[in-house]
């Protein structure tokens, strides 16, 4: 019987320890309340805005200074593709030359609309560059940092699958046409199973050789990373 009672208040004992520590656990993850959840916001903003600052050049023209550095006051009710002029002044702690407050020119567009010289996206390396057709994937987008647009500066965009892994075509059609016979313009591009099939079948007997000459000739034969060329 006194076993029975030590084994009872035993797990009596566990089971309000582990209440207790899930009880603290659920207090220690309270959501934050509205005001404090902007204050957590507005911190980011400012710590945002202190890089940015950073990031502008002292003694310069104040006209010259890029967008991060600037406050425009942007008309949303302009016609698209037309010229029109924004009040611009500098963002406090930015120290320039010249007038702190001034008119800069631009086109009337959403920054998803700028052309793709005025935009930076991320390129990735993971898809088909040779595929046809050539893979199209959703990256983000950056305006630069002199234009000016509507909108979010930073946007998603469909762009062509548009990378090198440092292959040159110039080299790969010369090993064809050379030493296609034993696989090397395979073995350069990095198709090993091939290379190794046409170094023993002796470029299938010339007609593997003169089929990859043309395929590579054609850009349809490219590295197997599926990378462009040089």
């Known amino acids: 019987m006194r076993c029975i009672h030590i084994n009872i208040r035993k797990a009596t004992f566990i089971l309000l ?9 659920a207090d220690n993850q309270i959501p934050l309340s509205n005001e404090e959840f902007k204050k957590s916001n507005n911190t980011k903003e400012t710590s945002l805005t202190k890089n ?3 990031n502008c050049p002292l003694n310069m023209e104040c006209k010259e200074l890029s967008i991060q550095c ?8 302009c016609t698209y593709g037309q010229e029109v002029t924004a009040e611009c002044q500098i963002k406090s702690q930015v120290k ?3 007038d702190t407050k001034f008119l800069k020119s631009h086109i009337c567009r959403y920054c998803y609309q700028t052309e793709n010289w005025e935009h930076e996206c991320e390129l990735k390396a ?11 994937y959703i990256t983000n987008c950056t305006v630069k940092n002199n234009l000016l647009c509507l909108g979010h500066r930073t946007f998603n965009k469909k762009v062509k699958c548009n990378w090198t892994g440092g292959y040159k075509w110039l080299t790969a ?5 050379t030493l296609g016979g034993f ?26 050789t003169i089929i990859d000459v043309v395929l590579i000739s054609l850009h349809y034969l490219g590295p197997a990373d599926g990378s462009l060329y040089l």
């Not at 320890?17 to 656990?25: G, K, P, V």
């Not at 993971?126 to 199209?136: G, H, K, L, Q």
């Not at 313009?185 to 079948?201: T, V």
Request: aromatic share 10%; proline share 2%; glycine share 12%.
């Open 17 to 25: 320890t582990f209440l207790a520590n899930n009880i603290r656990t």
């Open 52 to 54: 940015n600052i950073m």
């Open 70 to 77: 600037l406050d425009c006051k942007l008309n949303e009710n």
């Open 96 to 98: 320039c030359k010249g």
């Open 126 to 136: 993971t898809c088909e560059s040779v595929a046809s057709p050539r893979d199209i």
């Open 173 to 177: 059609l010369i090993l064809s046409i």
């Open 183 to 208: 696989g090397a313009d395979r073995f350069y591009l990095g198709h090993w199973q091939e290379g190794i099939g046409k170094l023993f079948s002796f470029g299938g007997l010339g007609v593997w």
